[in-house]
């Protein structure tokens, strides 16, 4: 989860600086206003939606199956997934934020020797 991961990535933060702070808690106040407030409605909208959540496009695949999306006759796989939050334009806030999420989460597996 994206507040999660802010107040592990700053190895500091008991040293943080309060305007930093400040700055962090409007960011992650802005973030679940955000997810909460965010009705999805088509199949691209809904998988970018359920990135933001869940970092994970197999999981993404899977809870799109769940509610019963299909790509033509066949089922969503991870590949979908990813061409989705890849695509342009960006076609919302939550898209752009799934971006943002899907390249940091490459950067990190790309790092790890993963990709």
């Known amino acids: 989860m994206y507040y999660i991961a802010v107040i592990k990535e700053s190895e500091e933060w008991q040293g943080m600086q309060v305007e930093e702070a400040k700055k962090q808690i409007k960011e992650l106040r802005n973030y679940i206003q955000q997810i909460q407030s965010y ?12 990135y933001v959540q869940l970092e994970s496009v197999s999981k993404v695949a899977d809870e799109l199956n769940k509610k019963g999306y299909k790509v033509g006759a066949r089922k969503v796989i991870s590949k979908d997934v990813s061409d989705i939050i890849r695509s342009k334009p960006v076609i919302d806030e939550m898209h752009q934020l799934a971006k943002k999420f899907f390249n940091g989460n490459k950067k990190r597996a790309t790092g790890r020797g993963w990709i």
């Not at 009705?39 to 359920?50: D, G, I, M, R």
């Open 39 to 50: 009705q999805p409605e088509t199949f691209e909208q809904e998988a970018n939606y359920l």
